[in-house]
């Protein structure tokens, strides 16, 4: 039998690498893998299916879920995971001193239902009492003027979501003052330049996100990887293949980290950070699998639902191929 040649794309991560490098086989699958940034993946995914196996952002993938649209079926790989509380950039001069001073204030976001922000506002409210309805959206690029909302937003009462001013980006509109405050995945360029008004919300967002672990043992799963629905139904043996691969990729590149007697990236006391995590969160502290991050799901789609960005609660075992959801063992 000849292999499936499939293109697969996904971001340039250590825990890619073994697969990228060809260390890794999927059983059956001659892979043709394209290296792109998420927005470039998700846009062309969820806007044209352009891929057979993909990285897929975990809200946009719920949206689909939820319709009953979804041109992909997930495997529970997660190739980024982020604790967001470096996820929320303020002026420093608007009298931000804690989450709650964020009620009232004009805050920007890419898009409103990126995974990132629905984490925040999970923390937001949970935490600090501040509802999505309390504060002012404004939506649009960071640092390109016209970006869209990738998937259409039901979103719930008193919540509104408004464009910025055409020609306008977050960036630019949080230097400006425009603005008073930033969320999203990335950080805006006037925050990585140094601007003298802009800054964290958090004074130490590390320590923040290390004692919201603790208390709720959550490590915000920020995408999932995705089959192409018509390749499962007439390959039905492909989601466990590809989850068994993805995993023995992600288990190389923990080992080749652990290797410290020459460092693999470029960053020092990685040693330290490696040994600290596994304290806090155990040794599979980047989890792959159903059962093990079925917690984290469950809240995610829970608070996705609560925002009005799912029209329905999907459950986690929606999200996966049945097969991808067991293993075998010896």
């Not at 959206?137 to 016209?146: A, F, I, K, L």
């Not at 405050?181 to 800054?199: L, T």
Request: contains cysteine.
């Amino acid at each position: 039998m000849s292999k499936l040649k499939l293109s697969v794309a996904v971001g340039n991560y250590d825990r890619m690498r073994p697969l990228v490098d060809g260390d890794v086989q999927i059983d059956g699958v001659d892979p043709v893998f394209m290296l792109h940034d998420p927005e470039e993946i998700f846009f062309r995914a969820f806007r044209h299916a352009d891929f057979d196996i993909t990285e897929l952002s975990m809200s946009s993938y719920t949206v689909k879920t939820a319709d009953n649209n979804s041109p992909y079926i997930g495997v529970p790989v997660f190739p980024s995971r982020a604790f967001r509380h470096t996820s929320v950039y303020i002026r420093t001069d608007r009298g931000i001193k804690s989450p709650e001073d964020l009620r009232g204030k004009r805050v920007g976001v890419p898009e409103y239902q990126l995974t990132a922000n629905v984490w925040v506002r999970l923390f937001l409210e949970e935490e600090y009492g501040v509802k999505p309805n309390e504060i002012e959206w404004v939506r649009g690029g960071y640092e390109d003027p016209g970006r869209v909302e990738k998937v259409n937003l039901n979103l719930t009462d008193g919540v509104e979501v408004n464009n910025i001013p055409e020609g306008k980006t977050l960036s630019g509109m949080l230097a400006a003052g425009e603005i008073d405050a930033v969320i999203g995945p990335r950080a805006p360029s006037c925050f990585a330049a140094g601007h003298p008004n802009v800054g964290y919300l958090f004074e130490d967002p590390m320590a923040e996100a290390k004692a919201w672990y603790e208390k709720t043992k959550l490590f915000p799963i920020m995408h999932l990887l995705g089959i192409r629905k018509t390749l499962v139904e007439e390959h039905p043996w492909l989601p466990f293949s590809v989850y068994k691969a993805f995993e023995k990729s992600k288990t190389i590149a923990l080992e080749r980290l652990s290797d410290t007697s020459a460092t693999k990236v470029t960053l020092p006391f990685v040693e330290d950070q490696l040994r600290a995590a596994k304290l806090m969160m155990g040794d599979d502290f980047w989890s792959y699998g159903f059962d093990q991050n079925k917690h984290t799901l469950e809240r995610f789609l829970a608070q996705h639902h609560a925002e009005g960005l799912s029209k329905r609660l999907v459950t986690p075992e929606e999200l996966f191929h049945a097969s991808s959801m067991e293993g075998f063992k010896i």
